[in-house]
């Protein structure tokens, strides 16, 4: 193994493929990002690439991105911003220059080809409805009058009361039709196979705190009146016609308003017309949508069923015991089998007519890459788009299942640092809380490893990919059985390595944050911590998150009882007790668990005399910044992480920075600035 560790600013060199789409001349279009340094952004374009030969660029922009490979396999859609707005642009797959079809737009959320590959249907940003909107902004001082809820996101910050909505655009000219109106959100387009039908997901007429999506199906006109197919018992989204036309298959589950997973996501089936829904993976416990985290990059492996050809089956990820595979479950729901799977995180496929299957997949030691399943079950790596790691001191994690206090299998990884004996280790706890850690490549956990600290990781109950009770188990105690389970999680990794005991620190974000921060103010065993976007008081983030209320219903709180059970399960409860030493990390523009959950906890404590306690504040980013943040922010967090846990967990042959302001920024030993 080489000796060169992984370096925070070796970020700028990782290149990842996503969203592949198979043509059927044998290529897989994908989108290739990078991150680019000087101007601090992730850059992103088009790539193609088949079997024998080495991929490349097939767009010229920066910012292309969703590409789909029309019926006939003769063009390339794809949405592009070439400095003048989000456009959807279409290009022949022979080679030639991309032609905008579309308007510019704010944002494009998704396209699709209708059958006759003559149309295409798209997801965009409307113009303010003032009838209907929730929402009205004074653009010129920023000020909002805000009517309901939602009124900011994450993912698209404070908004502005415009609604995403479907619209329709014929390629040989004229103006896109407007399909769908009012207040409410669009997505997941897909057409009949006759081209007289599109389907789609909204949240329609509901309470405006539900977290519910009904099917529609309408026309592809402007006076068609959308078709309410499902009974608004559940989330619904990325419906799929089936060829023969007959039914659509799409994602969720009948438990009502929950959409946090601790509700298996199943593959469901209605008839087009309407009727009785049914579940074809309800008896698999398991997920059909990825649950499988990262960091380097963005969370959700949530895709629309594809059919076969000859519809007798579908395609959809299967995610267990921390790892995604490709699943084909019978449409009779009599049976499913593995298509690709193995210890890995398959997080996005496409199909063609032929049976071959492009996919995109993660391990413990490869971030991303392309890989190509033909009919006949043989599989072949397409792409080798990070060769520089070959050089970095990776190291494959093993597996070890120890036992929870009260019988239950929980799931553990370890990575050992190069001097195993008495090493000093770092136990990471995910977040959601119904994400899972597993077979995927986390870029902070090697580089910890490679600067002499072991790293310990695995999926306490709450976590997905273990069956609807493993996920549900946490329901109400938040604090109870998965604190408890945490704590047996680091009891495996000291039964299976040679631990100093006096050197543990402990280490997430989101809930991982909230469980960083509870374990320091309840438990004497970690000599350090990093509490990361945390939520450190379930009261205020109730209130001041874009989708806080969902709390409510994870931690069997409601506002009936005066916020106390809310209190009660706060970290920030006992963070008095907290007397190690504690990096607080979180940025200004988290919305979904806000900056003043990081900056209430930084200021109890310096305001105890607990003067080992610092606070890096981000700007600029979201709450999703260490998978999707900008390549400086990223890189920054990194340092701040390896050099506080250098510091005060003392890996051997590592000399720690000064204890000065911006210390923890500087680069690491062996890295350049």
């Known amino acids: 193994m080489s000796q060169t560790p992984l370096v925070p600013s070796d970020l700028y060199r990782l290149a990842m493929p996503s969203d592949p789409q198979c043509a059927s001349d044998d290529r897989v279009f994908f989108v290739l990002s990078t991150p680019h340094e000087e101007s601090d952004e992730a850059r992103t374009a088009i790539w193609s690439v088949r079997s024998g030969a080495p991929a490349a660029a097939f767009t010229s922009g920066i910012h292309d991105r969703m590409p789909r490979v029309a019926p006939d396999s003769d063009q390339l859609a794809f949405v592009g911003d070439r400095g003048e707005g989000k456009k959807v642009y279409v290009m022949p797959l022979a080679g030639g220059e991309a032609r905008a079809v579309t308007p510019a737009y704010d944002a494009i959320a998704a396209i699709a080809w209708s059958p006759d590959a003559r149309r295409l249907a798209y997801v965009a940003v409307a113009p303010l409805d003032p009838a209907s909107a929730r929402i009205a902004l004074d653009e010129r001082t920023g000020a909002r009058h805000i009517r309901a809820l939602p009124f900011k996101s994450d993912d698209d910050g404070l908004l502005d009361g415009r609604r995403k909505h479907l619209f329709v655009c014929d390629l040989a000219g004229g103006e896109p039709v407007r399909i769908t109106h009012g207040d409410f959100d669009v997505a997941g387009p897909a057409w009949s196979p006759d081209g007289t039908q599109i389907a789609y997901s909204a949240r329609v007429d509901m309470r405006e705190d539900a977290f519910i999506d009904d099917i529609f199906v309408t026309a592809p006109d402007a006076a068609s009146v959308p078709r309410r197919l499902t009974a608004s018992n559940g989330p619904m989204m990325l419906p799929s016609f089936s060829h023969d036309g007959r039914e659509i298959a799409f994602i969720g589950h009948l438990h009502g308003d929950d959409a946090g997973g601790r509700f298996n996501n199943e593959l469901?089936?209605?008839?087009?017309?309407?009727?009785?829904?049914?579940?074809?993976?309800?008896?698999?416990?398991?997920?059909?949508?990825?649950?499988?985290?990262?960091?380097?990059?963005?969370?959700?492996?949530?895709?629309?069923?594809?059919?076969?050809?000859?519809?007798?089956?579908?395609?959809?990820?299967?995610?267990?015991?921390?790892?995604?595979?490709?699943?084909?479950?019978?449409?009779?729901?009599?049976?499913?089998?593995?298509?690709?799977?193995?210890?890995?995180?398959?997080?996005?496929?496409?199909?063609?007519?032929?049976?071959?299957?492009?996919?995109?997949?993660?391990?413990?030691?490869?971030?991303?890459?392309?890989?190509?399943?033909?009919?006949?079950?043989?599989?072949?790596?397409?792409?080798?788009?990070?060769?520089?790691?070959?050089?970095?001191?990776?190291?494959?994690?093993?597996?070890?299942?120890?036992?929870?206090?009260?019988?239950?299998?929980?799931?553990?990884?370890?990575?050992?640092?190069?001097?195993?004996?008495?090493?000093?280790?770092?136990?990471?706890?995910?977040?959601?809380?119904?994400?899972?850690?597993?077979?995927?490549?986390?870029?902070?956990?090697?580089?910890?490893?490679?600067?002499?600290?072991?790293v310990a990781y695995g999926n306490p109950r709450g976590s997905q990919s273990y069956g609807h009770a493993y996920a549900d188990a946490i329901t109400g105690d938040w604090g109870g059985i998965d604190a408890t389970d945490v704590l047996a999680?680091?009891?495996?990794?000291?039964?299976?390595?040679?631990?100093?005991?006096?050197?543990?620190?402990?280490?997430?974000?989101?809930?991982?944050?909230?469980?960083?921060?509870?374990?320091?103010?309840?438990?004497?065993?970690?000599?350090?911590?990093?509490?990361?976007?945390?939520?450190?008081?379930?009261?205020?983030?109730?209130?001041?998150a874009d989708l806080g209320w969902f709390l409510e219903r994870e931690v069997a709180a409601p506002w009936n009882d005066g916020g106390r059970k809310l209190f009660e399960n706060s970290p920030m409860r006992a963070a008095h007790e907290i007397d190690v030493p504690l990096l607080v990390e979180h940025s200004e523009r988290d919305y979904r668990c806000p900056i003043d959950q990081g900056e209430q906890l930084f200021t109890l404590l310096r305001r105890l005399g607990r003067t080992a306690t610092e606070f890096v504040r981000f700007t600029g980013d979201g709450h999703g910044l260490s998978r999707t943040g900008k390549p400086r922010n990223r890189m920054l967090r990194l340092r701040a992480i390896a050099h506080w846990f250098i510091r005060y967990l003392r890996p051997d042959g590592i000399t720690p920075v000064g204890d000065e302001a911006g210390a923890l920024f500087k680069p690491l030993p062996n890295e350049t600035a």
Request: charge should be negative; proline fraction near 5%; glycine fraction near 12%.
């Open 268 to 454: 469901l089936i209605i008839p087009a017309a309407g009727g009785a829904l049914r579940s074809l993976s309800a008896s698999v416990d398991r997920s059909v949508t990825d649950y499988v985290i990262c960091d380097v990059r963005g969370v959700g492996g949530q895709q629309a069923p594809l059919w076969s050809a000859g519809d007798t089956e579908l395609y959809v990820p299967l995610c267990s015991e921390g790892a995604c595979a490709i699943a084909s479950f019978a449409r009779d729901g009599a049976s499913h089998r593995v298509v690709a799977g193995g210890e890995r995180d398959i997080y996005s496929f496409s199909r063609v007519a032929d049976g071959t299957v492009g996919f995109v997949y993660s391990t413990p030691l490869v971030p991303s890459e392309i890989a190509l399943l033909d009919s006949y079950g043989n599989e072949e790596r397409l792409t080798d788009c990070n060769p520089w790691l070959a050089e970095r001191a990776l190291r494959a994690p093993r597996r070890v299942r120890p036992s929870a206090k009260d019988g239950w299998t929980l799931d553990l990884w370890l990575l050992d640092p190069d001097r195993a004996e008495h090493a000093p280790w770092v136990l990471e706890v995910h977040g959601g809380p119904h994400m899972a850690y597993g077979f995927a490549f986390c870029f902070e956990f090697q580089m910890l490893a490679s600067h002499g600290m072991g």
């Open 489 to 544: 999680l680091l009891d495996g990794a000291e039964a299976n390595a040679s631990i100093d005991a006096r050197r543990i620190g402990i280490a997430g974000g989101s809930y991982g944050g909230f469980m960083t921060t509870w374990q320091l103010g309840h438990s004497k065993r970690f000599a350090a911590g990093v509490s990361m976007r945390a939520v450190n008081d379930l009261v205020s983030e109730v209130g001041a």
